[in-house]
């Protein structure tokens, strides 16, 4: 007669990251709409020609933007008052893995009247190759335990009856977020100032699982 079985093969690949992904948020004040948005077009000038200066080949790309009325006590009328404008821009790019080049990157960007913060994520470039490692290894699982399990009952697989596959979510690594306003000012022989982290990134994993129905006669 025959029968089903019906594994679910896991897998966790993990690689070392090969890239730096900046997001660089600047943030303006000012009395009226234009000089706000005149300081955070400086900011944005200063942080485009900084990651050039370096040698970072990608082109910077802006993730959010926004101008907006700047009040204190807002939700009370009766004290509420008029302060001017916020600006706010975010721009991410990719950097090599490279601290030195990073260093450079923070350095440059320290020295301008708008400190931005800076958050950095290490990844890998491309996740789907690692997602589809785990995948093949989920599969590879599958089908040993599947061919264990039927050859223990005397079995053997038939034909694939039905897969059930849904894809995972991106894989995770470690960051580094950086608040240019707090000074950052790292070790360095003879009292130099330093920005470039001495960082060892945790490798970058990615998981997968997929449940397959087999035939057995």
Known sequence: MPTDIIVTGRANVSQ?????????RLKAQGVDYGTTLEKLNAGVE?????IQAVGVNEEPETASYSIEEDWADPYDERKKKFLGYVSEQML???????MQMLGKVLEFLSDQEIKPSVHTYFEVRDPLKMQAEARQKAIEAAALAANDI???????????????????????GSSLNIDMDNSLVMCAPEGQASFSPQINPTAVKSSDDIVITWNCK
Do not use: E
């Open 16 to 24: 070392k990251p090969d890239c730096i992904n900046l997001h660089i």
């Open 46 to 50: 200063h942080t485009l020609s900084s």
């Open 92 to 98: 991410t790019v990719r950097l090599p893995l490279d």
């Open 150 to 172: 039927a050859a223990q009952l005397g079995l053997s697989l038939s034909c694939v009856k039905s897969v059930k596959y849904d894809m995972p979510f991106g894989g995770s």
